[in-house]
């Protein structure tokens, strides 16, 4: 797990409601490749901090030690090169209450080592940003990097009705399906007005789009647009698809609103196997007996529940 001497090469925290717990989790799962303890966690896998709806900040480990006082000598070799820098103690640890560290003593911790590193210290506009954090009892020291939610802006669409997945649900299910974008080929077959593919586009992913509905494939086309991303929106039937992907995104068209049958459903879940390697299904319900009859098998699932409406989100191979 560690690499040079039992340093960890990332330390990341998270947040989360209640109700995305489930998702939040299986989203770390797939990116991390195991369950993660609640709020923080090392890694030695590298993830852009921003492209979760949960992951707060990153820090990339230059020195590690038991002691405070060592990592305050091994921050005397920072080597700033004429930037300016601020140092932040980042707040989220697993501390026992009885020894959390309070506002002040975070403070003049961050002093020490400002003091200690030699260059000119900005805490308003700095060029470089370091953390210090505290994790299974020892201290850690390296760069910072926060998310920065690009994605708030991907909320405000120009088209958009009533029952399209929320942009947080759209790109934790991005992270489920395609965890390393490099080389990755998706399509999202029955994309409505293209919340999941706008998601995608954002973090640079290869994915297309097709819809049924010439008028929601539309909306889709003038979405993509508004957010200066450009991907193809085909019209049409997934059963028409004859290109193979490795990974497809299916949100599956509901009954509740929309006049679909059961048989349906069904070929849609059939032509998705064909389709691609992988797939990530969004439901109202549970399908396992007809995700199953189609072929697949759920390897990963979870819930997001957004007040009384729930998404089942199941990974499928």
């Known amino acids: 797990m560690h690499n040079d001497g039992g340093k960890p090469a990332f330390i990341y925290t998270y947040a989360c409601s209640e109700d995305e717990l489930s998702l939040c989790r299986m989203e770390l799962r797939c990116l991390f490749g195991r369950e993660m303890p609640p709020s923080i966690f090392e890694s030695d896998i590298e993830v852009d901090v921003s492209r979760s709806?949960?992951?707060?900040?990153?820090?990339?480990v230059m020195y590690g030690g038991d002691s405070l006082p060592e990592i305050y000598t091994q921050t005397e070799q920072v080597e700033v090169k004429g930037k300016t820098f601020k140092v932040i103690f980042v707040k989220t640890n697993d501390l026992s209450p009885e020894n959390k560290i309070e506002?002040?003593?975070r403070r003049v911790i961050e002093r020490e080592i400002g003091m200690r590193i030699e260059g000119e210290a900005d805490v308003n506009h700095p060029q470089l940003v370091y953390g210090i954090v505290t994790l299974g009892g020892r201290w850690y020291f390296g760069n910072y990097q926060k998310n920065k939610a690009t994605w708030f802006r991907q909320m405000k669409k120009p088209?958009?009705?009533?029952?399209?997945?929320?942009?947080?649900?759209?790109?934790?299910?991005?992270?489920?399906?395609?965890?390393?974008p490099a080389g990755i080929r998706a399509i999202d077959p029955c994309c409505g007005i293209g919340t999941v593919m706008v998601e995608a586009l954002s973090m640079g992913i290869n994915i297309v789009g097709r819809d049924i509905?010439?008028?929601?494939?539309a909306g889709a086309r003038t979405n993509i647009a508004h957010f200066g991303f450009t991907s193809e929106v085909t019209l049409g039937d997934i059963a028409d698809i004859t290109e193979h992907y490795d990974v497809a995104i299916v949100d599956m068209p509901y009954n509740l609103y929309s006049r679909i049958t059961p048989g349906e459903?069904?070929?849609?879940?059939?032509?998705?196997?064909?389709?691609?390697?992988k797939v990530v299904i969004v439901a109202i319900e549970p399908m396992d007996e007809m995700i199953i009859e189609a072929g697949f098998t759920i390897t990963d699932r979870?819930?997001?529940k957004k007040g009384l409406f729930s998404r089942h989100l199941m990974?499928?191979?």
């Open 53 to 60: 709806p949960f992951i707060k900040e990153r820090i990339d």
């Open 103 to 105: 506002y002040d003593e």
């Open 159 to 180: 088209r958009s009705y009533s029952i399209a997945l929320s942009t947080r649900v759209a790109r934790a299910a991005v992270n489920i399906a395609v965890p390393n």
């Open 213 to 217: 509905n010439p008028f929601i494939a």
């Open 265 to 277: 459903q069904f070929s849609i879940l059939v032509n998705a196997r064909r389709i691609a390697d």
């Open 302 to 304: 979870c819930i997001a």
């Open 315 to 317: 990974l499928c191979q």
